[in-house]
């Protein structure tokens, strides 16, 4: 179908939609610096309003002025040529020459004019009571990145916020003097005495923390500001935490971190697949930088998409989302890329046996506009030479990240981002089929606008596109090929609104289409191959959420998200009976609509402040899922995707989520544990008919069988995020059961992710000096499969004959990963770093199988198949496969 089409219709819908929103939102509503007066700065004004000039000054200065806009001025035009010139000269020039005086009170420059006292001209202001508003952005201070998720609170009433996902932040207060902290973890904190009498914008800096620093995340009372409190099952990693975790080559693998975090169960060895309470993997919604990513595996699964190296942040969700992520039942992944270099120039890379990368950035323009670009690549060519040196394999991958970033203004910011990934595994033979193989790609590129309305109103409005294709290669020398593929078109607009400490407006909305490609075979025989019909979709979404405080120990969360989902033409649609046999047939025009959906979702967060330090959680959320991604396939080394949607034969995958938690700290804080239980109940649970084909089938709709599921589960974890030695101990308890129709004689079984146990423990060790080291180990149960309960003789044959489905279990699955860095920098400040990293995966070499089979002695002639005990009568005996024992590296690391 056309896409112009669908988006001409859906633009105009959307910008609909933004002007109300805006208009009922309108309706509706650096690192400390002394006042260094002998830094040097540059003033160039010519009859410019007095206003401007002193805000330019606060900015390039670092300093902060107080005066009232009955006493000062603020439209005269002032004239000034001050080139590389003292602050203190151009106070004389610019207030003196126009007979307005200045004092230092509280590190502000309080102007006034002659005769009036500086603290009787504000007393009447500043005991009124009246709010005003601080806003700004949080960077670092070397590379000018935001912080995200960095808090900002005033030290004595303890109301604060924390920056958002552009780290921008907003507080308001009433008029008098405040002292106010910016704490982040892995950084200085630092307070500042601010003399609030009217919107203020500051921009401060945080510098990063030594090593032999401890580091701190909140400063002051020991008691816990309730806006700190994140909402139940929610974690984050910043790229400080991921830098701590072993690797599977020495290369930090950011979607295999998550198998520490609790609720969440890694499917194995090879593979990137993971399970978040009971839901199937592709329950995963997986951003960077908003956009959606349908595969994150490299190497079938053994390395993961994203660079570790281009993260900035990670935050992870497992069922509660907040009101603004939708389209997935079981967790979201939001990762944050890096923005660039801001202040200066500087690269940095990993060298290593199976996997390097690259990196550069810095400014474009000092200050306003930078640049990150970042390459990864495989090098493992030498071992396919080691181990099939008479055949000709290829095997390897690339990605590359690329990031823009440019400060237009105080009131506008662009990004954009751009993501290519591609795997090949190639194997020439000499045939009359000269080479086939696999390969899969993700590419993605986005454009995102932040627009400060005001103090309190903030916006970000994206558009991007993102595809992921696969393909299989029947012969890769006469382009010949098996085809899937994904493609999504999307443009939406968020709104944060701060409407005061203690409430925190969100809204927005998007437009999204979808192009489909379930699997088709290309062939340049001239033969004509049956055609498999492909999907053409348009989602629309709205939302609405708040967070709000009520009194000093309760904060909500709630919000209604409501996505529409709508099929087009054209395509050919199939109508099965009760036994799934084909019907009717009906040919779609194009444009036209034959299924839709709408789902209202309703979430909602609560936080009790039981004392000190220690909370309680409750959430309930609805999740709706209109994409589906089928395979019967249990193997871990599969990129294969065949994604259909929601249509007249696949209802929406619909789940309710209750959730309760118990938060503490211990020693001061020192120590954090938390308790969480859940129970998880899925609608139009995806099943499969026995024996299904779901490779080139038209009639694959047919294959499908829906029933429900349910999951539950027990969540404990205890933590030391500080200190020299630090890591967490984490325990879950989960089941996840499904009933379906005409599957397992429509009696209830355990589903293939139901592993109950799951234990995981995480140490990481810093001398302070050279050497730092880390390790991690993980236990849990095997995964259900189904194994023959007999086996009987059939015309010489032997025949398995199977009972209920996933009957039995793959062994408990146990690995420990060890990692030792050492820096080559003596001097911990010199600029350019750079260390060695070893690194043992499975180091006491487990083999934990991912498959078993049944598999004969020896076949009729007499030639042996698998080696046995041949004292015993058996025919056939169990066998498994397992991916590796123990994965060695070592890698040089080096950054600039």
Known sequence: MSINTILN????????????????????????????????????????????????????????????????????????????????????????????????????????????????????????GKLYTISGYLKDRLSGEVLIGAHVYEKESYKGTATNAYGFYSLSLPAGVHQLVFSFIGYEPFEMTVLLDRDKTLNPEMKEALMTMKEVEIIGRTDKPLFLNEQISEFRFSSKTLAKLPGITGDKDIIKSLQVVPGIESFGDGSSLFFVRGGSSDQNLILIDEVPLYNASHLFGFLSVISPDA???????????????????????DIKTKDGNMKRFGFGGNIGPYTSTLSVEGPIIRDKSSFYLGGRFSTLQWLSQLYYKDQEIKVGFFDLNAKLNFKLNDKNRLFGTFYIGNDLLERKTYSSIQTYGISWNNVLGTLRWNHVFNKKLFSNTTAYITRYQYLLFLSEDRKEYWNSSIQNITLKTDFTWFLNPDNTFTAGMNISTHALDAGNINLNDNSEAEEIPNYNCVEYSFYAGNRQNIGSKITLRYGLRLPLWQDLGPTTVYYFNDNYDVIDTFDVEKNAVYSSFASLEPRINITYLVSPGSSIKAGYSRTTQFLNELSNNISPFTSLAVWVPSGPNIKPRKADQYSLGYFTGFFNEKIKFSAETYYKHFYNYIDYAPHANMLYNPLIEGEIRSGEAWSYGLELMFRKPFGRLTGW???????????TPGVNNGATYNAFQDRPHNISIFVAYDTKKRWAFSANWILLSGAAITTPVSFYDYNGYVVPVYGEKNNDRLPSYHRLDLSANFSLNKNETSRYKHKLILNLYNAYGRTNPYFTSFNRIEETDGDYVIPADHSQPQTLVPTSLSVSEIIPSINYQFKF
């Open 311 to 333: 993260i900035n942040d990670m935050e992870v969700y497992k069922g509660d989302f907040p009101v603004k992520y939708g389209d997935r039942l079981s967790s979201v992944i």
């Open 729 to 739: 101990v984490g325990y879950t308890y989960s089941r996840i059961f499904v009933k």
């Open 9 to 128: 219709v859906a633009v105009k819908t959307y910008i609909k939609g933004i002007v109300l929103t805006l208009t009922i939102l309108l309706i509706s509503s650096a690192y400390l610096y002394s006042q260094d007066l002998s830094r040097k700065i540059t003033i160039v004004a010519n009859d410019t309003p007095l206003e401007e000039v002193i805000r330019e000054i606060e900015e390039k200065g670092g300093i902060y002025f107080s005066y009232s806009p009955q006493s000062i001025p603020a439209s005269l035009p002032v004239s000034i040529n001050a080139q590389d010139k003292s602050i203190k000269y151009i106070l004389k020039k610019v207030f003196k020459k126009n007979g307005i005086k200045y004092d230092l009170v509280e590190n502000h420059i309080v102007l006034r004019t002659p005769g009036l006292d500086p603290d009787q001209d504000y007393q009447a202001d500043l005991s009124s």
